[in-house]
């Protein structure tokens, strides 16, 4: 398949070359020129190109960019097409949008842009600086799980189909309106979960936005993260360790 990112920065990067192990053809682009991304594709073994044309190109195209570009977008490009929505919205980051912060899933957000995508959200959960050294054959003991959610049952299987070729067991957490359980400082968020602790923390998520997600200073959001990832984490180790017991 032809794999196009928009977008190659941390989730590019780490995606890029797995898409690549696997056989596929791997396009990138970003708000740069193709020729200043020239470097970083060939590091992935991708080719590079403009935004346009990867949305144009790609049989799958993966959204990583930060939330607030994606207006800047052309929203007839990728009808038929498959969309992983792999964002995280952040007030910090992305500005006020409005809508998310009325509760509206942040991949709906998304997906109300490209009109006829089959939109999916998928990796958005887990830091990419960990996704390789937490990879692990199926069947191995303490494989981690991600959530995967779309409206299209074909589309969500295939990426399902991915995210265990990657070495992680891949959980139908639902329909797009269900995806806001996935999303950050949610209690699945940012940490590495097998399959039952998975499930648990997705049902335990309350609200649509939790309160850490709009802080206002990066010296306010890093300790708030560094302690939701150090007690989601324990948690999560904690349940495994009771239902193992
Ligand atoms: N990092 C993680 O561990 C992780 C994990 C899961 C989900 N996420 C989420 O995934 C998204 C991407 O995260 P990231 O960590 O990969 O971000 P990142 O490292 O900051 O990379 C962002 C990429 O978007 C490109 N970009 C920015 N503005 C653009 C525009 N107008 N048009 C096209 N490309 C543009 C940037 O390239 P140029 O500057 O060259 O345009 C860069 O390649 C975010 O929503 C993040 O919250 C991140």
Request: contains cysteine; negative net charge.
């Amino acid at each position: 398949m032809k794999i196009g990112f928009i977008g190659v920065g941390q989730v590019g990067q780490t995606l890029g070359p797995l898409f690549n192990n696997l056989g596929h053809e791997v396009a990138v682009s970003s708000s740069r020129s193709p020729e200043a991304l020239a470097g970083t594709a060939t590091q992935i073994g991708a080719q590079a190109m403009h935004v346009n044309d990867v949305m144009a190109w790609g049989d799958i195209i993966i959204l990583a960019t930060p939330m607030n570009v994606v207006p800047s977008f052309a929203t007839d490009k990728l009808k038929g097409k498959i969309l992983i929505d792999t964002n995280n919205y952040a007030l910090i980051r992305d500005g006020h949008i409005q809508e998310i912060l009325d509760g509206k899933p942040t991949t709906q957000w998304v997906s109300e842009h490209f009109p006829g995508a089959r939109t999916v959200k998928a990796f958005n959960n887990i830091m990419m600086s960990e996704f390789d050294e937490y990879a692990r054959p199926k069947g191995a003991e303490k494989r981690f799980a991600l959530p995967v959610c779309s409206d299209d049952y074909e589309a969500k299987v295939l990426i399902m189909n991915l995210v265990e070729e990657f070495g992680y067991d891949a959980y139908d957490a639902g329909s797009i309106a269900e995806s806001w359980r996935q999303q950050s400082f949610q209690p699945a968020y940012c940490i590495f979960s097998e399959l039952p602790e998975l499930k648990q923390l997705l049902a335990e998520a309350e609200v649509p936005i939790p309160p850490q997600v709009i802080v206002k200073s990066l010296e306010e959001a890093m300790p708030i993260f560094e302690k939701h990832k150090r007690e989601a984490q324990q948690k999560a180790d904690a349940m495994a360790l009771s239902r193992k017991a």
